[in-house]
């Protein structure tokens, strides 16, 4: 089928590119013209991996082409993909919409009579009939269906969850553009993945609901930790214990310095202006937003305890810097209220990142970068490790002690064995595994 995608972000180019190799003609449209050069010249202007070699073998094979025109990307397409961004809003933390709907006006011109427009963005419950309400202004008389499909990528993972997804959400009562999002995903769930149809509000709302539960999942196991470390329980073992019963799950239980990223902080947000809106405040939704900022920047306190309760001239080595592994995104990263809070109290920061340091000096200031880990413990008072990049599983504690002036680690995603680190003679913290050791 020809395909066309607005917006070669990360949400869109994903799309496209997987699209592509699913066997769909694809053009995708990008009006930011250093992006457009790159993609052009066959490069991709975000880390995923895998996605550069899938991206050369579509562009070889003909599937896939990037264009600045939005009338050339809707030239012929029968389904036009709206993937552009949906940032908080400065102002008042709704959605900014503003990118949707001048899409959805360019589209209107440009598309063909019959065609499926689908809002892939990530949009408030009633965006779809805007977009719809629009469009039909823009062109009157054109025939064009409006639909929603959310995305589920996870960063660093968003390949396999287009290619394997537990599920593809579409949401329309449109009979003709339901059997044309069928047709598209037709490869994908003829391997096994569900489809599942509803209103377009309520596609809507899947996407925020799903973001906002995993949320919570994550800051309960997080005040589970806590109280682990106060009563001298495991929460790994309690996450294993409870994540056994399949109507809960182990996923999403891993205890860590909170959620960041560009989707729980802003969907979460996002998600209580809607609620409140709607006059129906969502007070589980309002406290894990709350618990998860104050948490962040608490674990800075970890930190300036393990280095004997001041850090004021001291230096701090980071290990890991951007909201999780498998992406160079900072943003809404933990290490950045961490850093701060250290800074705030008087540290000296060094910090290391496998990807995030070309990011991070625009969300950092003051930081003095280093090539490795171990050049980043290199005479350190104290470090703290905040993302779980594999290669610092594989560091050896003997020679992390050896670097450091004074081996204190504080471990906020529990990478470390506690007892092999002790005997290794560090002074170590983790989450929710008991007091210092
Ligand atoms: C998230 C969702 O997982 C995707 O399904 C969704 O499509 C995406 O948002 C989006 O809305 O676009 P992502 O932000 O890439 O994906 O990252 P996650 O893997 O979900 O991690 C988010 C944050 O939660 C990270 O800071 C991570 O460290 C933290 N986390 C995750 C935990 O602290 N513990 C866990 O057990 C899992």
Known sequence: MKICVVGAGYVGLVTGVCLAEIGHDVACVEIDAERIAMLEGGDVPIYEPGLRELMARNRAEGRIRFT????????????????????????????????????????????????????????????????????????????????????????????????KPDRIVVGTDDAAAEAALRAVFAPITGQGSTLLVVSRRSSELIKY??????????????????????????????????????R??????????????????????????????????????ETLVTVNDQRRRAMARK??????????????AVLGLTFKPGTDDMREAPSIAIITALQDAGARIRAYDPEGMANARRHLKDIDYRRDAYECLEGADAAVLVTEWDEFRDLDPARMRDAMATPALVDLRNVFDPAAMAAAGFRYDSIGRSALA
Request: contains cysteine; aromatic residues 4%.
């Open 68 to 163: 600045a025109e939005i009338a050339s990307g809707c030239d012929g397409a029968e389904i036009v993909f709206i993937a552009v961004g949906t940032p908080p809003r400065a102002s008042d933390g709704h959605a900014d919409l503003s990118q949707v709907f001048a899409s959805a006006r360019q589209v209107a011109q440009a598309a063909r009579d019959g065609t499926v427009v689908v809002t892939k963005s990530t949009v408030p419950v009633g965006t779809g009939d805007d977009v719809a309400r629009i469009m039909a202004e823009t062109a009157p008389g054109k025939r064009l269906s409006v639909a929603s499909s959310p995305e589920f990528l996870r960063e660093g993972a968003a390949i396999a969850d287009f290619m």
């Open 248 to 285: 809960i799950g182990r996923k999403f239980l891993n205890a860590g310095p909170g959620f960041g990223g560009s989707c729980f902080p802003k969907d979460t947000m996002a998600l209580l202006k809607t609620a409140h809106d709607a006059g129906l405040p969502m007070r589980i939704v």
């Open 303 to 316: 930190v300036i305890r393990i280095a004997g309760g001041e850090v004021r001239g001291k230096t701090v």
């Open 209 to 246: 609901a799903a973001n906002a539960f995993l949320a919570t999942k994550i800051a309960f196991i997080n005040e589970v930790a806590d109280l682990c470390e106060a009563v001298d329980a495991n929460v790994g073992d309690v996450a294993a214990g409870i994540g056994l019963d399949s």
